[in-house]
Structures are given as structure tokens and as C-alpha cells.
């Protein structure tokens, strides 16, 4: 049985989607309910999954710790098409994740409301840029994994949720609303957020 710190919708969901697609058994704990989550991750950030004595942290290697323990078909074994399931993983991660990061710093560090809405529109004009890229990828398959989700589809559709917190236009193709509104229809998906509403009703 896993142990994940999760965070309300964060990136977390995402982690904890792969573990139910894994059909991995996992306890979820909100970050704020954890005594000591500075000792347990001194950077402060979920996802934290716990595996008997190992802690592991940084979704991306975390999600590429747990498809190579299950032999998950989600992440290919060796040769190009792990090369490239690697490169969409991180571009989730380290690329799209901080151009979201970047709406939620603008809400919490800009007080000047001129200052804070050419901010946010320039903010969202460099997601909607990268939502583009993967509009571009996704022409010829349903996910950036082909016939089935990878890791990086699971996590870029957490993300597409987040606009929707802040006065910004993102504009998304065609295939992106139906890759992330596929991954999000997912009984792992569903099952996540489900498990994340059941500790908020606690
Ligand atoms: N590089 C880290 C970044 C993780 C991150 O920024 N997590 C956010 C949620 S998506 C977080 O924990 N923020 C602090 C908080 O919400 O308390 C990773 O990929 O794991």
C-alpha cells in the first residue's frame, strides 16, 4: 500500500490517476493534515509518495518510479519510444507545470490591478503556446502516447483544469479538449477525484 500527499486537484491528482490506472492500492493524505510534511519533503510541495521506507518526490520521477516497478505499458521499456514518453513527461512537468505556476504567483504576488492583468495575459498567452505545440503533436493519435494515455496526458489534463481559477482566456485546439476531457472521463480519473472529495467531506 502507497501513501500519497496530495494537495485539493494540485498536480498530486495526477499521481495519484497513474497509481489507480496502475491499480495500485493507496492511502491519500491532504498536505495540511500531515504534523510533519517539512520533514517528510523539506521543499514543501506534494506529490510526496511514501513506499515502505523510501520517500519520493518530483511528480515526474515519481510517475517514472512507479510505470517501471508495475511494467506499465504507459512508459515503453527502452529505445525511442521511451526517449519520447520521457521528453512529453517532462514538458508536462518542468514546461507547461511552471506556465500554470506562473496564473497562481500573479494571483498571490501582483497587487497593482493593472500591473496584475497585462500580467495575466501574458501569463496566458504563453500556455495558450504551449497548448498549440501539443494541439500539433496530437493531429495523428488520440494522446501524446498514441492509442492510450501516457503519463504526460494524465498530467496535462490535471493542468487544464486550472485556468478556470483566474480572469484568463486560454485558447486550446480541438484535439487537446478531447485528449483531456478523454483522460478525465477515466475511472482512474473519476476514482481520484472521488477519493480527494471524500477527505474534504471528512
Ligand atoms: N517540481 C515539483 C513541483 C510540485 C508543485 O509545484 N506542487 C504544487 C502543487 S501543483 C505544490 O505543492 N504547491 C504547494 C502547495 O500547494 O501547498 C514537482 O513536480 O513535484
Redesign the pocket.
Known amino acids: 500500500m502507497y501513501t500519497l500527499y496530495y ?1 485539493n486537484g ?3 491528482l495526477a499521481t495519484q490517476t497513474v497509481l489507480h490506472e496502475l491499480g495500485e492500492p493507496v492511502e491519500i493524505i491532504e ?2 493534515q500531515a504534523k510533519n510534511f517539512a520533514e517528510i519533503n523539506p ?5 510526496v509518495l511514501i513506499d515502505g521506507e523510501k520517500i519520493l ?6 510517475m517514472i518510479y512507479l510505470l517501471d516497478k508495475h511494467n506499465s505499458v504507459m512508459l515503453p521499456k527502452g529505445g525511442e519510444a521511451r526517449d519520447q514518453a520521457i521528453q512529453n513527461l517532462m514538458f508536462s ?2 514546461t507547461m ?2 506556465a ?2 506562473r496564473l ?1 504567483f500573479i494571483a498571490q504576488n501582483i497587487t497593482d490591478q493593472d500591473a496584475k492583468t497585462e500580467a495575466f495575459i501574458a501569463a496566458a498567452d504563453s500556455i495558450s503556446a504551449l497548448w498549440k505545440v501539443i494541439e500539433d503533436q496530437l493531429q495523428d493519435k488520440p494522446y501524446l502516447g498514441g492509442d492510450l494515455p501516457s503519463a504526460a496526458d494524465i498530467l496535462l489534463s ?1 493542468y487544464s483544469r486550472w485556468g478556470e481559477f483566474f480572469p484568463v482566456d486560454i485558447m486550446v485546439g480541438k484535439k487537446v479538449k478531447e485528449m483531456t476531457q478523454a483522460v478525465i472521463n477515466r475511472p482512474s480519473f473519476q476514482l481520484a477525484l472521488m477519493e480527494e472529495q471524500k477527505q474534504v467531506a471528512a
Not at 521543499?43 to 506529490?47: C, Q
Not at 518526490?57 to 515519481?62: D, H, S
Open positions: 494537495v494540485a498536480c498530486s498536505k495540511s521543499v514543501g510541495t506534494v506529490p518526490t518530483e511528480g515526474a520521477a515519481v512537468n518542468a507545470h511552471p500554470y505556476g497562481f490535471v
